[in-house]
T-cell receptor
Framework: ETGVTQSPTHLIKTRGQQVTLRCSSQ?????VSWYQQALGQGPQFIFQ???????GRGNFPPRFSGLQFPNYSSELNVNALELDDSALYLC?????????????FGSGTQLSVL | QQQVKQSPQSLIVQKGGIPIINCAYE??????FPWYQQFPGKGPALLIA?????SEKKEGRFTISFNKSAKQFSLHIMDSQPGDSATYFC???????FGAGTRLTVKP
């Protein structure tokens, strides 16, 4: 088991609503990345945070936004939910600037948009 | 967009067989080549990774082969077991691109 925890584990929302997902990184890891994983697909990179600053973004619209806090925990916010946003959302912590690109993943938040 | 192509999409082998999963990439700047294993209901977990200064790395029953000139790397699972049944992903580089996954089933 990694030290990365995500909450909640499951969430049901309706189209147009907003959602906030939370992630606590592994102790000492200063970089957090978020991914969207649709059923039967590989994880799609949303964005990465390093020391509270966004440090790279994938091909996701601005309604996907995030935060990283001084303790390196992180939030993913999604506004104006669409049906296609239904997926498993994963966060991963790492120490890439220390030469260790290994990603430690949480178990994810399963989001269903109705 | 830089592509990562993983094959096959699914694979069924008998216990003791040697499944091989392949990953092709485009970005020659990558210097980290990992394979992740994911079980249902869990996040991916690093299985094995290689740097481009070596062509092969073994960890237990798992081996990575790396071909820099072909821009490909492969995962071999020796003496596969039913407990290896999972989905495997390659993710060359720093994790911004994952392959589409290979669903492996090892039959008893």
């Amino acid at each position: 088991e990694t030290g990365v925890t995500q909450s909640p584990t499951h969430l049901i929302k309706t189209r147009g609503q907003q959602v906030t997902l939370r992630c606590s990184s592994q102790s000492g890891h200063n970089t957090v990345s978020w991914y969207q994983q649709a059923l039967g697909q590989g994880p799609q990179f949303i964005f990465q945070y390093y020391r509270e600053e966004e440090n790279g973004r994938g091909n996701f619209p601005p309604r996907f936004s995030g935060l990283q806090f001084p303790n390196y925990s992180s939030e993913l916010n999604v506004n104006a939910l669409e049906l296609d946003d239904s997926a498993l959302y994963l966060c991963a912590s790492s120490l890439p600037r220390q030469g260790d690109e290994k990603l430690f993943f949480g178990s994810g938040t399963q989001l269903s948009v109705l | 967009q830089q592509q990562v192509k993983q094959s096959p999409q699914s694979l069924i082998v008998q216990k003791g067989g040697i499944p091989i999963i392949n990953c092709a990439y485009e970005n020659t700047a990558f210097d980290y080549f990992p394979w992740y294993q994911q079980f249902p209901g869990k996040g991916p977990a690093l299985l094995i990774a290689i740097r481009p200064d070596v062509s092969e790395k073994k960890e237990g029953r798992f081996t990575i082969s790396f071909n820099k000139s072909a821009k490909q790397f492969s995962l071999h699972i020796m003496d596969s077991q039913p407990g290896d049944s999972a989905t495997y992903f390659c993710a060359p580089g720093a994790g911004m691109r994952f392959g589409a996954g290979t669903r492996l089933t090892v039959k008893p």
